[in-house]
């Protein structure tokens, strides 16, 4: 039993493409996020939810959409694809928000955009 | 905002022999916690271990234990009896007030037979 799920594991698209990826998790988690990692290993967060209530956005371009329609979902639409935007993007999830809840991350998903 | 610095980009260490990762950050919050998570070619991101700021007694777990300086605001990482299956990338994060956990870097270790 898969506590965070993330479907596809890899994306491989086209330029100017809309994509999105699903996030899952099954701990009945209140807290869900979207990561980031590049190519150089660096992770950075991008969004998180609070049973489905958006509470983080960092700077990311407004082509990233992420819905919540459920607090066991988070998903992330990415409009206008570009070639930057290749990445591993993580889900995770979190009990609550407070500052000692441990992370729950997904296995990723590995976005080449061609 | 806060900041979390891995200086060693690689390390490299002899199965059995112990080795210690750095991590050093910025904050100005007095409550926070600290995290190491390994991250293995499967991509898989796997807590190894966490430090509440309060507490003055440094966490381990089973070969993993970590030397917490706060006034220094360093946190380094003590991996015992290595073993193969050691080898990943390392990082270092930080969660304060504003929630989200800010990773470090990253260090690659690996692991010599």
């Known amino acids: 039993d898969t506590a965070v799920s993330q479907t596809p594991k890899y994306l491989v698209t086209q330029m100017g493409n809309d994509k999105s990826i699903k996030c899952e998790q099954n701990?009945?988690?209140?807290?869900m996020y979207w990561y980031k990692q590049d190519s150089k290993k660096f992770l950075k967060i991008m969004f998180s939810?609070?049973?489905?209530?958006?509470?983080i956005n960092e700077t990311v371009p407004n082509r990233f959409s992420p819905k919540s329609p459920d607090k066991a979902h988070l998903n992330l639409h990415i409009n206008s694809l570009e070639l930057g935007d290749s990445a591993v993007y993580f889900c995770a999830s979190s009990q609550t928000r407070t500052v000692n809840e441990k992370l729950f991350f997904g296995s990723g998903t590995q976005l080449s955009v061609l | 905002a806060q900041t979390v610095t891995q200086s060693q980009p690689e390390m490299s260490v002899q199965e059995a022999e112990t080795v210690t990762l750095s991590c050093t950050y910025d904050?100005?919050?007095?409550?926070?916690?600290l995290f190491w998570y390994k991250q293995p070619p499967s991509r898989q991101m796997i807590l190894v271990i966490r430090?509440?700021?309060?507490?003055?007694q440094n966490a381990t777990e089973n070969r993993f234990s970590v030397n917490f300086q706060k006034a220094a605001k360093s946190f380094s990482l003590k991996i015992s009896d290595s073993q193969l299956g050691d080898a990943a990338m390392y990082f270092c994060a930080y969660r304060g007030a504003g929630n989200m956990l800010t990773f470090g870097g990253g260090t690659r270790l690996m692991v010599k037979p």
């Open positions: 430090q509440e700021a309060y507490k003055q």
């Open positions: 904050t100005s919050e007095s409550d926070y916690y």
């Open positions: 939810y609070n049973n489905k209530e958006l509470i």
């Open positions: 701990l009945g988690h209140d807290t």
